[in-house]
């Protein structure tokens, strides 16, 4: 059965920095190579933040986050990270975990994702 649960969100100021984790259940780790970072603000429309393709290790990022972000995975644990830092009042949005069946060229911010997690709440304030 695939599971994901997200935590890590927080209020921070901008500039401030948080890492996000999204806990996978051994089945979603053991059959989902390509894994990654959505968010949506309040009135918008949901946006890929950034994703990795496991069997690989690419990593592919928004134009937004690029060389603020950082996604990561820890395979022991089953956990997927994403590392926020420099962070902006833009950036505050609900942060969703993502799972899906999908070759490693095709794990990219801009695909369509089947599972989710439930979402972690970032706030960015000035």
């Known amino acids: 059965q695939v599971q994901l649960r997200e935590s890590g969100g927080a209020s921070v100021q901008a500039g401030g920095s948080l890492r996000l984790s999204c806990a996978a259940s051994e089945y979603t780790f053991s059959n989902y190579y390509c894994m990654g970072w959505f968010r949506q603000a309040p009135g918008k429309e949901r946006e890929g933040v950034a994703t990795?393709?496991?069997?690989?290790?690419?990593?592919y990022y928004a134009d937004s986050v690029r060389g603020r972000f950082a996604i990561s995975e820890d395979r022991g644990e089953k956990t997927l990270y994403l590392q926020m830092d420099s962070l902006k009042p833009e950036d505050t949005a609900m942060y969703y975990c993502?799972?899906?069946?999908?070759?490693?060229?095709?794990?990219?911010?801009?695909?369509?994702?089947?599972?989710w997690g439930q979402g972690t709440q970032v706030t960015v304030s000035s």
């Open positions: 990795i393709a496991r069997t690989t290790g690419n990593t």
């Open positions: 993502a799972a899906e069946e999908k070759p490693s060229w095709l794990c990219r911010p801009t695909a369509d994702f089947g599972y």
